[in-house]
């Protein structure tokens, strides 16, 4: 994971940052929304998208 992470553009890592202030510090999707300057439905269009990156590339680093 440490190394998906490490090849992440940095707009998509500032957002799975954000995504663990939601966990670890009850943020809200709207909360971070506002943190980056985006919308929410923006904000979980992004999460999703990158949370699929992330399973496909930790699986490619797994299986190659």
């Known amino acids: ?3 998906a992470l490490k090849e992440l553009p940095q707009d998509e890592l500032d957002i799975v940052v954000k995504l663990y202030l939601l966990k670890e510090k009850n943020w809200t999707e709207r909360e971070i929304a506002k943190a980056l300057g985006i919308s929410q439905v923006a904000v979980n269009k992004k999460k999703k998208k990158i ?3 992330l399973r496909n590339m930790v699986i490619n ?4």
């Open 51 to 53: 949370l699929k990156k």
């Open 1 to 3: 994971l440490q190394r």
């Open 61 to 64: 680093f797994e299986t190659g």
